[in-house]
């Protein structure tokens, strides 16, 4: 394989890296060359697989493009004189209170199973349906929010709330007040909601709100599927919007995998121009199994050469190494973090 790019969505590193304690593979990146991305990762990969005029459409409008290309609706692939409509991710939270502020737990970003998706969006429908408020199950993402406009309004997505306290991170700029507003009222929905109360006596978490993000930027031409040269011949992953952005550029796409492994075993050593793009998140995963499924057979295929390079992706850094470079040896000590967390060499 020519290359392997793993990226970490959900790894923000708020300061010093976490020191590693397992085994060796952690330190495979301690001869690469961190640099900053353009656009964080979402725009390194969209850049990736040659869809640079998505780089500043909103995740939302990617998303909902890919839901309608799916559902064969036709309206973003014809040419329309219509104002494209602003749509939003609603993407289902637990959230926690503590003594003065709400924090959101590494448990807290939840995904509904097909069928609860389904009775939540007909719920939301049937109250919040007279307003022209919609939701489209959207799977991991959660789903998509149509009828609500806040343009300019900033948000941020729910990986990088895991650990803070809410308040630092609610939606500001102009259009906030109407998105704080609508998640306000669903909130006190989901409080009486029958399925909240079916998951709490399952032991679930409960649907605390709907994190409101990823709009706000809608294209100004209809978002069409058209396929581009790819820098990978396929994408692993079950994030919503890179399954929707590889959909819309004809790329193929499969769920992500346990393990490298699994990857490395498909791909035939013959199959030397390979190139596979890997998103996966690290919530719920402590460094030891990370270690075990993601980094150490990516090291040992560099041993081996049957991979060219392997890059990690986070904390809006990339970091790149290849079997030439473990020469290198006036490079400083780094594992994993300390690669992604570093901003020069």
């Not at 969209?46 to 998303?63: K, M, N």
């Not at 998105?179 to 679930?204: F, V, Y």
């Not at 011949?233 to 079950?238: I, K």
């Not at 079997?323 to 290198?328: A, M, S």
Request: proline residues 6%; negative net charge.
């Amino acid at each position: 394989m020519r290359e392997l790019v793993l990226v970490l969505p959900d790894l923000f590193l708020r300061g010093a890296a976490p020191i590693s304690v397992v085994g060796s593979s952690l330190t495979s990146l301690r001869f690469a060359a961190p640099r900053l991305l353009r656009g964080g990762w979402r725009g390194t990969v969209a850049r990736g697989v040659g869809r640079d005029d998505l780089t500043l459409v909103d995740e939302a409008s990617v998303i909902d493009a890919a839901l309608c290309m799916d559902e064969g609706i036709k309206g973003l692939e014809t040419e329309s004189d219509t104002e494209i409509a602003e749509v939003w991710i609603a993407t289902p939270v637990h959230l926690m209170a503590g003594l003065k502020t709400v924090h959101f737990p590494t448990n807290g970003v939840l995904r509904l199973a097909s069928d609860e998706a389904a009775e939540l969006a007909t719920a939301f429908s049937s109250t919040f349906g007279d307003d022209g408020l919609t939701l489209r199950p959207a799977a991991a993402a959660g789903f998509v929010l149509q009828g609500m406009s806040a343009p300019g309004a900033l948000t941020v997505e729910p990986a990088r709330l895991i650990g803070d306290s809410l308040e630092i991170h609610l939606p500001s700029g102009p259009g906030s007040a109407e998105l704080r507003a609508l998640a306000s009222e669903i909130e006190m929905w989901l409080h009486g909601l029958p399925l909240n109360h079916r998951r709490q006596m399952c032991g679930k978490p409960v649907i605390s709100s709907l994190w409101l993000w990823g709009g706000g930027r809608p294209p100004r031409d209809p978002v069409r599927a058209t396929a581009f040269t790819s820098r990978w011949s396929c994408v692993v992953t079950d994030d919503e919007w890179a399954r929707s952005l590889a959909r819309l550029t004809g790329v193929p796409v499969t769920p992500l995998t346990s393990s490298i492994n699994e990857i490395l075993e498909v791909i035939d050593e013959s199959d030397a121009d390979e190139s596979v793009l890997v998103i996966a998140p690290l919530t719920g995963m402590d460094s030891n199994c990370f270690d075990r499924t993601f980094v150490a057979p990516a090291a040992r295929a560099l041993e081996s050469r049957r991979l060219g390079s392997f890059t990690v992706v986070a904390n809006e850094r990339w970091a790149t190494v290849g079997p030439r470079d473990r020469y290198r040896v006036w490079r400083p000590f780094r594992t994993v973090f300390t690669a992604v967390a570093d901003g020069g060499t």
